[in-house]
T-cell receptor, first 115, second 114 residues
Framework: DTEVTQTPKHLVMGMTNKKSLKCEQH?????MYWYKQKAKKPPELMFV???????INESVPSRFSPECPNSSLLNLHLHALQPEDSALYLC??????????????FGPGTRLLVL | AQSVAQPEDQVNVAEGNPLTVKCTYS??????LFWYVQYPNRGLQFLLK??????LVKGSYGFEAEFNKSQTSFHLKKPSALVSDSALYFC????????????FGTGTRLLVSP
């Protein structure tokens, strides 16, 4: 089973709202990722958690706040977003260890629209 | 800088014909290369990867890729295209930084006509 689930599938929020995106995997992976993808562009890495600790933050604005409460869950808390933050947000997970094991498996994404 | 390039924005092929989606890489050290496919409004699906060993890598849905070190290429191929193969294809490289960081190419849209 290589399934990563994400909720919600779609989200519309105002610039003053607070919302959260959720990601879950039950593959025993110990690395989880958030990506942002604009239309017709490649995914851009935002955050990486390894063993529930933040290991990479790609200089993402503080209005995006990640959280990894346990090895199966990954959240992305959103606050005071801008319209340019509208995008598809993808979650991925992978094993940690040898590079050969670190295939990232992606969820279906949350399509976010900021008004 | 370590990167991959996909020189074609779009590839058109007729159903039943062979297809090739091109990818070249620029990496210091041994490259770890990946192909993913994305259907409209969906996440990325892993197709195959090259880590080491045989230069011809077989993956999901009948796809394969050939690693060519001298040409620094990792082209995706399929002997007989299906209309359902129409999607956006991304080549990616894992950076040799000790972190699990993938860098993606710009993507190639494959259109298979009936």
């Amino acid at each position: 089973d290589t399934e990563v689930t994400q909720t919600p599938k779609h989200l519309v929020m105002g610039m003053t709202n607070k919302k959260s995106l959720k990601c879950e995997q039950h593959m025993g992976h110990r690395a989880m990722y958030w990506y942002k993808q604009k239309a017709k562009k490649p995914p851009e890495l935002m955050f990486v958690y390894s063993y529930e600790k933040l290991s990479i933050n790609e200089s993402v604005p503080s209005r995006f706040s990640p959280e990894c409460p346990n090895s199966s869950l990954l959240n992305l808390h959103l606050h005071a977003l801008q319209p340019e933050d509208s995008a598809l947000y993808l979650c991925a997970s992978s094993q940690v260890g040898l590079a050969a094991q670190e295939t990232q498996y992606f969820g279906p994404g949350t399509r976010l629209l900021v008004l | 800088a370590q990167s991959v390039a996909q020189p074609e924005d779009q590839v058109n092929v007729a159903e039943g014909n062979p297809l090739t989606v091109k990818c070249t890489y620029s990496v210091s050290g041994n490259p770890y290369l990946f192909w993913y496919v994305q259907y409209p409004n969906r996440g990325l699906q892993f197709l195959l990867k090259y880590i080491t060993g045989d230069n011809l890598v077989k993956g999901s849905y009948g796809f394969e890729a050939e690693f060519n070190k001298s040409q620094t290429s990792f082209h995706l191929k399929k002997p007989s295209a299906l209309v359902s193969d129409s999607a956006l294809y991304f080549c990616a490289v894992r950076l040799n930084t000790g972190f699990q960081k993938l860098v993606f190419g710009t993507g190639t849209r494959l259109l298979v006509s009936p």
